[in-house]
C-alpha cells in the first residue's frame, strides 16, 4: 500500500466521486491516502482521536467489488466522524472523561448509530474514525476536549476553533475527504473560517439529531464540514429530510442540492447587515469580506444595506439558553444511566448522591461544569422570570429581525467571525472572550436558519478568513449556489497549508 498517491486524499468529493464511478480509482486507495496522510501528520494535529482504519478498508474493499457506474455519489468517500455522534461499536465519548474510560476502564460505545451515520453508511461513505471537538460541544476552540487540544493547520500555535475543530482541521489537512459537525451557536461555520474549509449550518430541523448527544436541543444541528459548497451539498442531500425518530425534523422535501448550484446572482438582493461590520472587526477580515461583496456585486447581484437591530443580543441571549438546557440534557450523565468513573468500586459510597457527586465531578471539565451551574441557577424559581423567559423573548426578537430582512432580500453576507485563529490558551482564563468569537455566528443559530462558511481571503500572518452567507429557513439551496457561484470566481477553498 506504500505506493497510493498521497494526493489522493486531497481530493474533492466531486472529484473522487467522478473517478471512482468513472473506475480510474479504487477507494481502498483513496482510503488509504487518507489513512497514510493521518499518520503523517495528525501527530501535529490531534485532530483524529479514534481510528477505525481496518473497517474503513474492509468497506473500501466491498465498495470496490460493486460495479462502479450504478455507485451514489458518496460510495467509496472517507470521512471522521465528530465524537458527539453514536456510531454503532466505535467509542463515541463527546471528547469527555465522564464517556471516555468510564465503568472499568472503558469507553462508552453505543450499540446504534445516529441517523446521519447511518444514512452515510448506506450512502457508502467510510468512516475513518472520529474527530476531536470541545467536550459535550462546548466550545470554540478544541481546547475542553479531554483528549487536548486540536491544532490549526495553517499555523499550529493556533486553534482551529470549535467546537468541530479536529473535523476542521482534517478536512483543511487532507486527512479527510470531509467530516461531520455540529453547529449549535456556530461549531460548523466558526472552526470552518479559522481553517479556510468550508461548512454548512442547517436550518433547525433539516437535519435529524437522532443519535447525536445533545447540547441545546433547541439548537442543536448538524452538519458537513468539506472542502467546498458542492460538497457540502452531496453531503447534505445524503443526511436531510423527515426522521421518525426526531419530532423536530419537519417533513419537508429534500431538494436535489448538488443539482442546484448553477443558479445566476443576476438579479439576486444580498443584504449587508450593518451591525455585523461593527466596531471590533478585525480590519484584515473586514477587508476580505468587503472584496467579497463586490465579487457578489460583479456576479449580477445587488447589495442592500440592512439592519438586524437585536444582533447585540445574541451572545447574552445564547449564553442563558444554552446552559438551561445544558443543565437538563447532561444530567443523564450521571453514572447510572450513562457514564461511570475508571473506578469499579462504587460500594465506598455512602449514598447515590455521593456516587453521583464523584462520578461528575470527577467526569466533567471546568466549561461543562461552569454551564451546568449556571443553567441550574437561571431555571431555579425565582430566577427562571428573570433569565431563561427574557432570553426566550429575545430570541423572538432575533428571528423577527431575520423574517423582516429576509422580506427584503434572498440572502445576508457577514463576516463568520470578528478575527483569524487565536493562538491556543489566550482565551481559555477568561470564558467571555471566548463566547464572543461567536457573536456573528449565534444570530443565525437562535433564529434556526441555513449559514454558509466558505473562505474568502487570508490575514497577512497566512490565517484563513472565513464568509458568512445567511439565508432563510429551509432555503440551503439559494444558500449553497451562492456559496458555489463564489468559488467558480475564487480559488480561496482550493488553498492548502503546508505541514
Ligand atoms: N462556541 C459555542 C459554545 O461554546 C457554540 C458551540 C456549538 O455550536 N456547539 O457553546
Redesign the pocket.
Known amino acids: 500500500m506504500g505506493a497510493t498517491d498521497p494526493t489522493l486524499s486531497g481530493l474533492t468529493i466531486a472529484e473522487a466521486s467522478r473517478r471512482l464511478r468513472e473506475g480510474s480509482m479504487k477507494a481502498v486507495d483513496l482510503t488509504q491516502s487518507c489513512i497514510n496522510r493521518i499518520e503523517a501528520v495528525d501527530a501535529q494535529l490531534n485532530a483524529v482521536i479514534c481510528k477505525t482504519f481496518d473497517r474503513a478498508l474492509d468497506q473500501a474493499k466491498k465498495i470496490d467489488a460493486s460495479p462502479a457506474t450504478t455507485r451514489a455519489p458518496l460510495a467509496g468517500i472517507p470521512y471522521l466522524t465528530k465524537d458527539i455522534f453514536c456510531e454503532e461499536g466505535v467509542p463515541s465519548t463527546a471528547a469527555s472523561n465522564v464517556l471516555r474510560g468510564g465503568l472499568h476502564g472503558k469507553d462508552y460505545i453505543p450499540p446504534f448509530d445516529s441517523t446521519t451515520t447511518r444514512k452515510l453508511k448506506e450512502a457508502g461513505a467510510i468512516s475513518l474514525g472520529h474527530s476531536n471537538t470541545?467536550e459535550f460541544?462546548?466550545?470554540?476552540s478544541t481546547e475542553s476536549s479531554c483528549y487536548g487540544t486540536s491544532k490549526n493547520p495553517w499555523d499550529t500555535t493556533r486553534v482551529p476553533g470549535?467546537?468541530s475543530g479536529g473535523s476542521a482541521a482534517a478536512v483543511a489537512a487532507d486527512e479527510s475527504i470531509f467530516a461531520t459537525g455540529?453547529?449549535?451557536?456556530?461549531?460548523i461555520r466558526?472552526p470552518a473560517a479559522l481553517t479556510g474549509t468550508t461548512g454548512l449550518k442547517v436550518t433547525y430541523g433539516r437535519v435529524s439529531r437522532y443519535g447525536v448527544i445533545a447540547?441545546t436541543s433547541s439548537l442543536?444541528t448538524i452538519g458537513p464540514i468539506c472542502k467546498t459548497a458542492e460538497d457540502c451539498a452531496i453531503v447534505l442531500e445524503a443526511i436531510a429530510g423527515r426522521d421518525p425518530l426526531d419530532a423536530t425534523t419537519p417533513d419537508v422535501a429534500v431538494p436535489s442540492y448538488s443539482g442546484l448550484l448553477e443558479g445566476s446572482m443576476k438579479g439576486m438582493k444580498i443584504g449587508l447587515p450593518r451591525e455585523y461590520m461593527a466596531d471590533g472587526l478585525h480590519p484584515e477580515v473586514e477587508a476580505a469580506v468587503k472584496a467579497a461583496v463586490k465579487a457578489y456585486e460583479d456576479m449580477g447581484a445587488t447589495i442592500v444595506d440592512v439592519s438586524l437591530p437585536h444582533t447585540k443580543y445574541g451572545v447574552a441571549t445564547?449564553y442563558v439558553l444554552?446552559p438551561c438546557e445544558v443543565s437538563s440534557n447532561l444530567a443523564r450523565f450521571d453514572g447510572v444511566r450513562y457514564g461511570s468513573t475508571s473506578s469499579p468500586h462504587v460500594s465506598q459510597e455512602q449514598s447515590l448522591v455521593e456516587y453521583y457527586e464523584r462520578v461528575r465531578s470527577g467526569g466533567f471539565g471546568a466549561e461543562v461544569k461552569r454551564r451546568i451551574m449556571i443553567g441550574t441557577h437561571a431555571l431555579s424559581a425565582g430566577y427562571y422570570e428573570a433569565y431563561y423567559r427574557q432570553a426566550q423573548k429575545i430570541r423572538t426578537l432575533v428571528l423577527k429581525d431575520f423574517t423582516e430582512a429576509f422580506q427584503k432580500v434572498d440572502l445576508l453576507l457577514t463576516p463568520t467571525t470578528p478575527n483569524p485563529a487565536f493562538t491556543i490558551g489566550s482565551k481559555t482564563s477568561d470564558p467571555v472572550t471566548?463566547?464572543m468569537?461567536?457573536v456573528c455566528t449565534i444570530p443565525a443559530?437562535l433564529a434556526g436558519v441555513p449559514a454558509l462558511s466558505l473562505p474568502c481571503g487570508f490575514s497577512k500572518d497566512g490565517l484563513p478568513i472565513g464568509l458568512q452567507i445567511i439565508g432563510p429557513a429551509f432555503e440551503e439551496a439559494k444558500v449553497l449556489m451562492a456559496g458555489h457561484q463564489y468559488q467558480k470566481i475564487t480559488d480561496w477553498h482550493t488553498k492548502k497549508p503546508t505541514l
Do not use: A, I, K
Request: charged share 20%.
Open positions: 470541545d460541544v462546548m466550545g470554540s470549535g467546537s455540529t453547529d449549535t451557536g456556530g461549531s466558526q447540547m442543536d445564547y444554552c471566548m463566547y468569537e461567536d443559530s
